[in-house]
T-cell receptor, first 114, second 113 residues
């Protein structure tokens, strides 16, 4: 299993550009999440999904969209990039079983908006 | 909402013990997690507590007191490779929220020879 994969690893955008961060998992996990991590800080939840076709907002959703058309993929779209969105973005997944709790994180995408 | 506090930074000597405290005030609670994160890498799971008490896993132990909103992570026999950030996170009680976690700011631990 590849686990949780994210592309690209690094990205530089100009203010106002849009792009999609890709996230995929091959573990048949129901739950997927997107976090951002700013320097010296913990992770903040952007959006999450409890299954295909179901998404909801986290703590810091503004400026981002998500969709979950398949169990495997959970892309994050930046609609119009702003310098405040410069951050490291992590995608994570968990199985939907009641006694499952460990989140598996992807390697992260380091985004710089100039 | 959730509010999670942990110290910003701690320094310890190789071979020693370090205790990282985490206090939380939450509207719901369904478990507390500790993650380790080396610089430039993704977080990796260390421990999970949902009931009061101590969970031991090798050199790492984690304690939870739900009535006090308090947890700690204990790292024994410190090694240089334990230099990392340690993140405390609380899971939301609502099942519809999936595995929604709220993270503290992280504690950077520096192990010195």
């Amino acid at each position: 299993n590849a686990g949780v994969t994210q592309t690209p690893k690094f990205q530089v955008l100009k203010t106002g550009q849009s792009m999609t961060l890709q996230c995929a998992q091959d573990m048949n996990h129901e739950y997927m999440s997107w976090y951002r991590q700013d320097p010296g800080m913990g992770l903040r939840l952007i959006h999450y999904s409890v299954g295909a076709g179901i998404t909801d907002q986290g703590e810091v959703p503004n400026g981002y969209n998500v969709s979950r058309s398949t169990t495997e993929d959970f892309p994050l779209r930046l609609l119009s990039a702003a310098p405040s969105q410069t951050s490291v973005y992590f995608c994570a997944s968990t199985h939907g079983l009641a006694d499952s709790y460990e989140q598996y994180f992807g390697p992260g995408t380091r985004l710089t908006v100039t | 909402g959730q509010n999670i506090d942990q110290p910003t930074e701690m320094t310890a000597t190789e071979g020693a013990i370090v205790q990282i405290n985490c206090t939380y005030q939450t509207s719901g609670f369904n478990g507390l997690f500790w993650y380790q994160q080396h610089a430039g890498e993704a977080p990796t799971f260390l421990s999970y507590n949902v009931l009061d008490g101590l969970e031991e896993k090798g050199r790492f132990s984690s304690f939870l007191s739900r009535s006090k909103g308090y947890s700690y992570l204990l790292l024994k026999e410190l090694q240089m490779k334990d230099s990392a950030s340690y993140l405390c996170a609380v899971r939301d009680m609502i099942k519809a929220a999936g595995n929604k976690l709220t993270f503290g700011g992280g504690t950077r631990v520096l192990v010195k020879p």
